[in-house]
């Protein structure tokens, strides 16, 4: 989860915006687990991203749907 108050937030996060390039592969599947303020940036973004964030309880959650995915993007937090 981001922290927009975090002095360095500049240095540890990413703009969803910059991975537009990206979400214009096709046949290329993405998904959200962003949770927070910052999973309201999916509603800016012109791509067919499957949020799973509300489904995901806890990080054990989290961590059962990451060991599905066959590559995961990250800021470097």
Not at 4 to 26: D, E, T, V
Request: hydrophobic share 50%; proline share 5%; glycine share 4%.
């Amino acid at each position: 989860m981001s922290n927009a108050s975090h002095p360095k937030n500049w240095a540890r996060s990413i703009l969803l915006a910059l991975l537009q390039p990206l979400f214009n592969l096709h046949e290329v599947y993405f998904f959200s687990l962003q949770m927070g303020p910052t999973a309201a940036d999916l509603a800016n973004i012109k791509a067919n991203i499957t949020d799973l964030a509300p489904a995901t309880e806890d990080m054990a959650y989290a961590a059962a749907q990451m060991a599905h995915l066959d590559l995961i993007l990250t800021g470097g937090t």
